[in-house]
C-alpha cells in the first residue's frame, strides 16, 4: 500500500540529517541493484551525488536493502518533490546499467508506486529493459522536458520563423545567424563575447546557418560558459546535470536521462536534434562521476536574483538579454557557486582552459580559422595541461 504524503501541518521540509541521507542512499541503492548488487560505476555515483547533495558522505559497501515500503515509510514525513528526487536518483543509477534488467525497472517503478511518485522516465526505463528502444526515443519527446512545448516557448531562441518542434533545427535564418555573430562586438569580460570564442574557437556554426545546433540546444551553449564546464562529452555530462536540478520541474530530469542514455550506454542513438550517441564517458574515469554530482549540487543552489526564483529554467532564459553583462555579474544575478575542490580535483575545466575542448572541436576550429584566413585563437582552451 502507498505511503500518502505528509499534509501540510506535518511535513518536513528541513535538509536532511546524517541518519536520514544514510537511509534514503540505501533505499535508492536498494532500488537501482541488480539480483548481483551495485555494480561497481552505480556506488561510484551515488556515493558520489549524495555528498554532493546533502553534505553526508554513505558508505554502500556492504549495505541492507529495503523493501519499498520499508523505504516509502522512511519517507512519509517528505513531500512529493523530495520523494521524487529519490526516485530520480534511482533512475539515473539504473541507465548506467547495460544491459538494464527487467526486475530493476519493474522494482524501482515499485518503489515509486509505494511513494506516490509519478515519474515518467521509468517507462522509458522498463523500454530499454525490454530493449524497445525505438519506444524509448519516442517516450522522451512525449513524456521528457519538451511534452508540453508551445510555439510561444521559443520567444527567448529569437527565431525569425516557427518551430514545428523543440528540437528543431533553423539552418536559413539570416537574422538569428547574424544576432549571434553580433556577440563579437561585446565587451571581452562579457557572457555575450565568451559564447562567441566558445563558437569560434570549436569552429561551431551559429544558430541560423546551415551544420548549426537546434536554436534550443545552443541555450545550452551559454551554460558551458556561466557555469564554466568545458565542451568535452564528460563536460556535456555536468552542463546537463546542472540544467536538470536547477530546474524545479520534474520533468527537467529527463535532459540528464538523455545525456546519459547518449554518452555511457548508448541507448539512445541521437537526441536534442544534434547529439549522437558515444558510450562510455561516465564508466570510462570514475571521477566523472564527482565531477556530474559537484555540477548537480550547483545546479541546485541556482537562484535568480532578478525574479527571486529558486527554479531557474536555463534553456528558456533569454540570453541575449544578459549577453552584454560581464560574465561575473551574470553568475551573482544566478548566484552560481563555485565548483567544489573535489570536482576540480576530478578534472572538471572550463571552457578556456587545457582539457575543455575535445580534439575534433579543435581541429575544427582550426578548419574554420584557415577558411577565414585568420590565425587561430583557441582563447584558452588547449587538448592537454603540455
Known amino acids: 500500500m502507498s505511503v500518502p504524503l505528509p499534509t501540510s501541518e506535518n511535513v518536513k521540509l528541513t535538509p536532511p540529517d546524517a541518519d536520514e541521507v544514510a537511509v534514503t542512499a540505501r533505499g ?9 548488487g551495485l555494480t561497481p560505476l552505480q556506488q ?16 554502500l559497501g556492504e549495505f541492507e536493502p529495503m523493501t519499498a515500503h520499508e523505504f516509502a515509510l522512511a519517507l512519509a514525513p517528505r513531500d512529493l518533490q523530495f520523494r521524487t528526487r529519490g526516485v530520480q536518483v534511482m533512475v539515473l543509477a539504473a541507465l548506467i546499467l547495460r544491459p538494464l534488467p527487467r526486475e ?13 511518485v509519478d ?24 513524456n521528457g522536458y519538451t511534452s508540453e512545448w508551445r510555439a510561444d516557448d521559443a520567444h527567448a531562441l529569437h527565431t525569425s520563423t516557427e518551430l514545428a518542434s523543440a528540437w528543431d533545427a533553423s539552418v536559413h535564418d539570416p537574422g538569428l545567424a547574424a544576432r549571434w555573430a553580433a556577440l563579437e562586438i561585446l565587451a571581452p569580460d562579457s557572457l555575450g563575447r565568451r559564447v562567441w570564442e566558445l563558437y569560434r574557437s570549436r569552429g561551431f556554426s551559429f544558430p541560423g546557418t546551415p551544420g548549426s545546433a537546434p536554436p534550443l540546444l545552443a541555450q545550452h551553449d551559454w551554460v558551458h560558459v556561466l557555469a564554466d564546464f568545458g565542451t568535452t562529452v564528460e563536460s556535456e555530462l555536468e552542463v546537463f546535470g546542472f540544467i536538470a536540478r536547477a530546474n524545479d520541474d520534474m520533468r527537467a530530469f529527463s535532459l540528464l536521462a538523455m545525456v546519459i ?20 564517458h561516465l564508466s570510462a574515469d570514475s571521477h566523472v562521476a564527482v565531477r556530474l554530482a559537484d555540477a548537480m549540487r550547483r545546479g541546485a543552489l541556482c537562484h535568480d536574483n532578478a525574479t527571486g ?8 532564459v533569454d540570453w541575449f538579454d544578459l549577453a552584454p553583462m560581464p560574465i561575473d555579474r551574470v553568475r551573482t544575478r544566478f548566484c552560481v557557486p563555485s ?8 578534472g572538471s575545466v572550463g571552457p578556456a582552459q587545457p582539457g575543455g ?16 584566413g585568420v590565425p587561430y585563437n583557441s582563447y584558452g582552451a588547449a587538448l592537454t595541461d603540455t
Open 28 to 36: 535508492c541503492a536498494s532500488g537501482a541493484a541488480p539480483a548481483t
Open 44 to 59: 561510484i555515483l551515488l556515493e558520489a551525488l549524495f555528498p554532493a547533495m546533502t553534505g553526508h558522505s554513505v558508505d
Open 104 to 116: 530493476v525497472a519493474d522494482r524501482i517503478a515499485d518503489f515509486a508506486r509505494e511513494l506516490c
Open 119 to 142: 515519474e515518467s522516465m521509468i517507462g522509458v526505463a522498463r523500454q530499454f529493459a525490454s530493449g524497445s528502444l525505438g519506444l524509448a526515443a519516442i517516450d522522451f519527446e512525449r
Open 261 to 280: 542514455s547518449l554518452f555511457e550506454t548508448g541507448y539512445l542513438r541521437t537526441g536534442a536534434g544534434l547529439f549522437e550517441y558515444s558510450i562510455g
Open 309 to 316: 526564483a529558486d527554479s531557474i529554467d536555463f534553456l528558456r
Open 339 to 346: 565548483k567544489s575542490a573535489a570536482a576540480l580535483d576530478a
Open 357 to 372: 575542448i575535445s580534439p575534433f572541436q579543435f581541429h575544427a576550429g582550426q578548419q574554420l580559422a584557415d577558411r577565414l
